[in-house]
């Protein structure tokens, strides 16, 4: 049975409901409208990542400060894009990054992307989400796994990003039942490759395996004719008029 049903919330629930979490937009020189698209009033955005290059860049970008700015103006969390390399890239790397964010683009807290998921590396994540903590009060903090993590990892972040790939590997997906032991604003789901047809059910499966926090997108990682993967993140969906309204009007059960 790929869902799980929740019966229960648990006592950190926020009452946030479904909503929206950018995993990564294409740079605002080269995507000016999906920028101003994120900030119109009533999205129902939960955070967007600022992901200068790959990271928070090596000097000041003033084009991303104000993308960013205006974002954070109209009431949506910014977070930075940190990658961890499956916990290879060093902790003193990692902090550089997080207080090149702060002091370059005030971002609300981060993500760090392909966050380690095993039980031998839950001592340095936790290590790392401590310092963030320090550094930056009231971070949020998103472990971007792309799976389902030691149930360990809970307890230090704000959110786990418990699935990242294709549709054809979501759709018959499975949740882990330690999940049901916390409350959905806990989980993200990023879903990519996701047809316009199959939106309605995407968004179900989302509700039924407990993941408030979701991203889905009708592009694809694959370049039709090119070798190499591509980023199915940078663009908005074709559908996003659709997906906001369905998720902003809350989604059927």
Known sequence: MPYLTRTR?????????????????????LAPDEWNRLGRPGTPLHWVVLNVADGPGVQPDPHCLEAAGRLRNAGVRVLGHIDTAYGLRGFGGIISDAHRFLDWYRVDGFLLDRCPAGREDLPEVRRTVATL????????????????????????????????????????????????????ERFCHFVHGVPRPHLEEALRIARWQGADTIWFTDHS???????????????????WDDIVSRVGTGVSE
Not at 225 to 237: C, E, N, Y
């Open 133 to 184: 903590r320090v550094i930056h009060e009231e971070a949020h903090v998103v472990l971007g796994h792309g799976t389902h993590p030691h149930p360990g990892y809970a307890e230090h972040a704000d959110q786990l990003v418990t699935f990242s790939g294709s549709w054809s590997d979501y759709r018959w997906s499975q949740v882990a039942e330690w999940t049901a032991d916390h409350p959905p």
């Open 221 to 239: 990682d694959r370049v039709s004719g090119r070798a190499g993967p591509a980023d199915p993140w940078g663009p908005l969906p074709g559908y």
């Open 9 to 29: 919330r648990g006592p950190t629930a926020t009452g946030l409901g479904t909503g929206l979490g950018v995993p990564g937009v294409a740079h605002p020189l």
